[in-house]
């Protein structure tokens, strides 16, 4: 009986612990759109719960498939495909590091 934001989050919590296993072989993670049932409040509070786990499980490498605004804020580098919706004119997106656009 939860919302699909709050299962989301919690199916989230359980990828990580999976994810936490999986470290020990490779200290890399791929995360696919987990947070694209998520509500406004929620993204922003999926970001900071990927902040934590990433420093809690000392990551070196973190690759993330999102659609997340939120993310625009941050200081990543970005792989963009065809059909992207970023304005490569903002200042937020000049800042960035663009790895590859296809």
Do not use: C, W
């Amino acid at each position: 009986m939860a919302s699909q934001g709050e299962t989301a989050l919690v199916s989230m919590a359980i990828s990580m612990a999976l994810i936490e296993n999986s470290l020990r072989k490779y200290n890399i993670i791929l995360l696919d759109e987990l947070d694209s049932t998520l509500d406004i409040r929620n993204k922003k509070d999926y970001i900071n719960i990927l902040e934590k786990q990433i420093e809690l499980l000392n990551v070196e490498q973190i690759f993330i498939i999102s659609h997340n605004k939120e993310f625009d804020s941050y200081p990543v580098d970005l792989i963009l495909f065809e059909g992207h919706e970023m304005d490569l004119s903002d200042l937020n997106i000049v800042k960035k590091n663009i790895l590859y656009k296809f």
